[in-house]
C-alpha cells in the first residue's frame, strides 16, 4: 500500500538532491518525497512549507511519525487560505505547478473564516475551534507524507463536524486504480492516551466492523466523481469489496520525545489487524496546546484580515 515516505525517482536529479518535508528516521539527508520540490530559501514564503515529519524507529506494531512547525506564520497563511475554502491553491502551490492562478480570497469568505476563528467564549467553543484547526494542520501533514497517485479529500471546513475527520485515496498508478483508503482520526486534546482509548479506538472498531462504510463510500464516490464521474461509484465500492482500509491516528502531546510513540498508541494493532502500515500514530508536540491554539488563531485572523485589503 502507498502512503509512507519513500524515496523520489533516482531519474529526476533535480529534485532527488532536495530536502523534503517527510525526514525518514536516521538519515541526515534525506531524500525528496516524489510530489514536492525542496523548500525556498525564504521559509515565510507562500509555497514554503511549514511542517516538518519525522518517522520515528521502533519495534512496536505501528509506524510512527512526529510532526514539528518549522515557522508558524507560514504555518498561519496557509490556514488563511485553508479556512476560507482555498485548500486547492495551497496545495497546487506547494506541488509546485507550473500554471497557478493568481487567487485572493472572496471577501465574504474572508468574513466568514474570521468568525469561524474568533475568540471563544467558553470551553467547548475552544475546544471546537483547537480541533479544526489542528484538522486543517494534519491535512498540510497528509500532503506532506502524500505519493503523486495519492488523493486527499478537502480538509474540513466546519468546526464540530462529526464525519470523518481525514481521508486519503491510496492508487496504484492513477485515480482509476484504487489501492485503498487510509482513514485518519485526528484529535487535539491535553490527554492523547485517555482520547485514542476512549474515543479514537471505538471509532476504529466500526470501520473494523464496516458499520461505517455507507459515509466511506458516500466520500469516496463524491470524490471520484470530480476524476471520472462515469465510474465513481464502482470505484469507491472496489475499495470496501477489497477491504483495504488502514488508519491514521493523529494527536497532540505534550512530550516530543520519541518513546512516547512506544505507549500513546499502545493497542493499535488489537483493533486493526494486519501489517504494520495500516497503522500510521503520528503527533504534534506542543508545550501548551490551547495558548498555543490561540496565538495561531490570532495571526491566521492578522493573516485573512491583510488579504482583505
Not at 507562500?46 to 515529519?53: D, S
Not at 505534550?254 to 483493533?271: M, Q, R, Y
Not at 496546546?289 to 485572523?301: K, P, Q
Request: charged share 20%.
Amino acid at each position: 500500500m502507498t502512503g509512507a515516505p519513500k524515496a523520489h525517482p533516482a531519474n529526476a536529479a533535480a529534485e532527488s538532491s532536495s530536502p523534503s518535508p517527510t525526514l525518514p528516521a536516521n538519515q541526515p539527508v534525506p531524500p525528496a518525497q516524489p510530489n514536492q520540490l525542496s523548500t525556498p530559501a525564504d521559509p515565510t514564503a507562500l509555497n514554503a512549507w511549514p511542517i516538518t515529519i519525522s518517522k520515528i524507529t521502533h519495534t512496536q506494531p505501528w509506524l510512527s511519525f512526529a510532526w514539528e512547525i518549522t515557522n508558524k506564520n507560514t504555518l498561519a497563511r496557509h490556514i488563511a487560505y485553508i479556512a476560507a475554502g482555498y485548500h486547492l491553491h495551497i496545495e497546487n502551490i506547494l506541488k509546485r505547478l507550473e500554471k497557478l492562478e493568481n487567487t485572493t480570497p472572496h471577501t465574504k469568505a474572508i468574513a466568514a473564516a474570521i468568525k469561524a476563528l474568533a475568540p471563544p467564549q467558553n470551553d467547548q467553543q475552544r475546544f471546537h475551534r483547537d480541533g479544526w484547526l489542528f484538522q486543517l494542520i494534519a491535512w498540510l501533514a497528509a500532503l506532506a507524507k502524500a505519493s503523486p497517485t495519492d488523493i486527499l479529500r478537502a480538509p474540513q471546513i466546519r468546526k464540530a463536524d462529526h464525519g470523518l475527520d481525514g481521508i486519503v485515496i491510496h492508487t496504484q498508478t492513477t485515480a482509476l486504480s484504487p489501492a485503498g483508503v487510509r482513514i485518519c482520526e485526528q484529535k487535539a486534546t491535553d490527554n492523547p492516551r485517555n482520547k485514542i482509548s476512549q474515543q479514537v479506538w471505538p471509532e476504529i472498531d466500526k470501520h473494523e466492523q464496516n458499520d461505517r462504510d455507507h459515509e466511506i463510500v458516500a466520500e469516496l464516490t463524491t470524490i471520484f466523481q470530480r476524476i471520472n464521474p462515469h465510474s465513481a461509484q464502482s470505484l469507491a465500492e472496489k475499495i470496501l469489496w477489497q477491504d483495504q482500509k488502514s488508519y491514521s491516528v493523529a494527536v497532540t502531546t505534550k512530550n516530543a520525545a520519541p518513546s512516547e510513540h512506544s505507549t500513546l498508541f499502545v493497542g493499535f494493532d488489537a483493533h486493526a489487524k494486519g501489517t504494520n502500515e495500516r497503522r500510521h500514530g503520528e503527533t504534534l508536540a506542543l508545550d501548551n496546546l490551547r495558548g498555543w491554539m490561540d496565538d495561531l488563531a490570532s495571526l491566521v485572523i492578522s493573516e485573512l484580515h491583510a488579504m482583505g485589503k
